[in-house]
C-alpha cells in the first residue's frame, strides 16, 4: 500500500462544477505539495503546506495534519483546469528533502 | 529566466542498448533531483544531488543506472543496459536550496517537462 493515496483517481466534471480531489497519507509529514501536469507537459507546483488552508485563484488547498488528510478544490472548473493533479508529501521518516507521491487524479472538464 | 530543461523529450531504444539523459537545472539551483514514472505507477524518487555531490541515491533501482553531475551543473542519468522495466517517465527538478533546512521550508521546487524512455 502506498503511504500517499489519492481519489478519485479518475474525474469528470462540467465546466463550473466545483471540484474536490483528496489525498490521505499515512506517515508523518513535515509538508505537502499538490502538483499539477498537463497532458505532454512537466510538473507545476501548486502549493506547498504544512498546516490551514492556502488559496490562488480558483484553488483552494487544505490541510489536516491530525487527520492525515489534504483536499484540493477548484471552484467554477473550467476546461483548462483539465490536468493530472498529484499529491506529494515530504514524509518526516524519510531524509528530509525526498518527495513520497500519490498515484494522481486525473481531471476532465467538459465545455 | 529558462526553467528546468531535459533532453531528450522522447526516447525509444531496444532492450540492451544504452541511453543518456540529460537535465539541466535552473541556473544557480544547487539542489537537483530525479525521479521516475513507470507506467501505472506513482512518480517515486530516483537520487539528489547538492552540487556535484549525491545527497541521497537510495531510490536508484540498480546498479544499471549511473547518475552523474560533474562540475555542480547539468546531470546526466545513464541506463545501461536497458530493460524492459525501465520504460516510464524521468523527471528532473531543481531548487535553489533544499527544501527543507532545519525544519522550515526554504526553497521552491522546480520541475522540468521530462524525458519519456520507451524500451522495447
Known amino acids: 500500500k502506498n503511504e ?10 462540467q465546466e463550473g462544477e ?12 513535515s509538508a ?3 502538483l499539477q501536469q498537463h497532458p505532454g ?13 492556502k488559496k490562488h485563484g480558483r484553488l483552494i488547498a487544505t490541510i489536516n495534519i491530525q487527520e492525515k488528510h489534504s483536499s484540493l478544490h477548484i471552484t467554477a472548473s ?14 518526516i521518516k524519510a531524509a528530509g528533502n ?13 465545455p | 529566466e529558462a526553467g528546468v530543461t531535459q533532453f531528450p523529450s522522447h526516447s ?13 537545472p535552473i541556473s544557480g539551483h544547487d539542489n537537483l533531483y530525479w525521479y521516475r514514472r513507470v507506467m501505472g505507477k506513482e512518480i517515486k524518487f530516483l537520487l539528489h ?6 545527497q541521497d541515491e537510495s531510490g536508484m533501482p540498480n546498479n544499471r543506472f549511473l547518475a552523474e553531475r560533474t562540475g555542480g551543473t547539468y546531470s546526466t542519468l545513464k541506463v545501461q543496459p536497458a530493460e524492459l522495466e525501465d520504460s516510464g517517465v524521468y523527471f528532473c527538478a531543481s531548487s535553489q536550496t533544499a527544501p527543507w533546512r532545519q525544519g522550515e521550508y526554504t526553497g521552491e521546487l522546480f520541475f522540468g517537462e521530462g524525458s519519456r524512455l520507451t524500451v522495447l
Open chain 1, 4 to 13: 500517499v493515496e489519492q481519489s478519485p483517481q479518475n474525474l469528470t466534471a
Open chain 1, 18 to 29: 466545483f471540484i474536490t480531489i483528496n489525498c490521505s497519507y499515512s506517515v508523518g509529514i
Open chain 2, 12 to 24: 525509444v531504444i531496444e532492450k540492451g542498448q544504452t541511453v543518456t539523459l540529460r537535465c539541466d
Open chain 2, 49 to 54: 544531488f547538492v552540487k556535484e555531490s549525491k
Open chain 1, 98 to 110: 525526498k518527495l513520497t507521491f500519490g498515484g494522481g487524479t486525473r481531471v476532465l472538464v467538459k
Open chain 1, 32 to 34: 505537502l505539495h499538490w
Open chain 1, 41 to 53: 507537459g512537466g510538473i507545476v507546483s501548486l502549493f506547498m503546506l504544512s498546516s490551514g488552508k
Open chain 1, 78 to 91: 473550467h476546461p483548462r483546469d483539465s490536468a493530472v493533479y498529484i499529491c506529494a508529501v515530504y514524509s
